[in-house]
């Protein structure tokens, strides 16, 4: 079975460019999370959606920070305008409900 | 709130064992375990839920003292593949599935 699918694994951009990442979930898991891992903070939950609705969106940093999931199978978090300190690795996951959460392989994302 | 997770650090030899806690301040729902390797993800190892159940996998298992808010991961006689960093995760909210990650224990094992 495939796992979690996350794209791009890696994206350099310039500050105040768009940036959007990709993310789709285990089938079947109707749990989506995004989540931050930086060495300052650790992993930080960004926003989960359960059956496709976004459930706690409090971890959003800003307003620059969007999070969409039109089906089952998608998800996309865009940063608008990004900057240098959300540079970070930003991880998709899925679960069944209450389940344990399993991760894909992460975007790491470089704003200069 | 962020669970709390004790050592930050350990460096053992192969064949020894470890305990890693972590510490809620919240009342505690659940309690998730991962491992993460340098450069990957983190993988789920295990869950435990409210009734201060203890489980296994393979030779790593692990306690949830519900009424003392905290969990903690046993790993016997370490094996050098159990190298990485240890998170829990935890649920404060009952069936909410957002969770709170600690800091991270990492772990290093020697031959």
């Known amino acids: 079975d495939a796992g979690v699918i996350q794209s791009p694994r890696h994206e350099v951009t310039e500050m105040g460019q768009e940036v959007t990442l990709r993310c789709k979930p285990i089938?079947?898991?109707?749990?989506l999370f995004w989540y931050r891992q930086t060495m300052m903070r650790g992993l930080e939950l960004l926003i989960y959606f359960n059956n496709n609705v976004p459930i706690d969106d409090s971890g959003m940093p800003e307003d620059r920070f969007s999070a969409k999931m039109p089906n089952a199978s998608f998800s996309t978090l865009k940063i608008q305008p990004s900057e240098p300190r959300d540079s970070a690795v930003y991880f998709c996951?899925?679960?069944?409900?209450?389940?344990?959460?399993?991760f894909g392989p992460g975007t790491r994302l470089t704003v200069l | 709130q962020q669970p709390v997770q004790s050592p930050q650090a350990v460096i053992l030899r192969e064949g020894e064992d470890a305990v890693i806690n972590c510490s809620s301040s919240k009342a505690l729902y659940s309690v998730h375990w991962y491992r993460q390797k340098h450069g990957e993800a983190p993988v789920f190892l295990m869950i435990l839920l409210k009734g201060g159940e203890q489980k296994g996998h393979d030779k790593i298992s692990a306690s949830f003292n519900e009424k003392k808010q905290q969990s903690s991961l046993y790993l016997t006689a370490s094996q050098l593949s159990y190298s990485g960093t240890y998170f829990c995760g935890t649920d404060n909210l009952g069936g909410a599935d957002g969770l709170t990650f600690g800091k991270g224990t990492h772990l290093i094992i020697q031959p």
């Open positions: 089938s079947g898991h109707n749990s």
């Open positions: 996951a899925s679960s069944l409900p209450g389940g344990g959460k399993f």
